[in-house]
């Protein structure tokens, strides 16, 4: 079993930077896709970035340029790094784990609680 915990979230001024966590507990990472989705009060889920298990890594556009994600094995720990932050990215955001490369919700099994992003302008 899978079960993740995100970390980081909280408040930042527009253009300001944040760093989410997303730790495993249980069965390792090391084999899984990690991805991360957010939502947006009044918004439908969506995905912002991918890290396959050989390190290949897929973005949602508007995550290209601005959002890095990695993932350090050995600490079973994957990370969102977001920069030039928009109010736009005001979202709850939440970790995810799959066993393929996908940008559909539906394909993922395990999610985390979520964690609140709050972009002022």
């Known amino acids: 079993q899978v079960q993740l915990v995100e970390t980081g979230g909280g408040q930042v001024q527009a253009g300001g930077s944040m760093r989410l966590s997303c730790t495993s507990s249980g069965r390792t990472l090391d084999y899984y896709v990690t991805g991360w989705f957010r939502q947006a009060p009044g918004q439908e889920r969506e995905f912002v970035a991918a890290?396959?298990?050989?390190?290949?890594?897929y973005y949602a556009e508007f995550a290209q340029g601005r959002f890095t994600i990695s993932r350090d094995n050995a600490k079973n720990t994957v990370y969102l790094q977001m920069n030039s932050l928009k109010p736009e990215d005001t979202a709850e955001y939440y970790c995810?784990?799959?066993?393929?490369?996908?940008?559909?919700?539906?394909?993922?099994?395990?999610w985390g609680q979520g964690t609140q992003v709050t972009v002022s302008s």
């Open positions: 995810t784990a799959a066993t393929k490369m996908t940008s559909s919700q539906y394909e993922y099994d395990y």
């Open positions: 890290s396959g298990a050989g390190g290949s890594t």
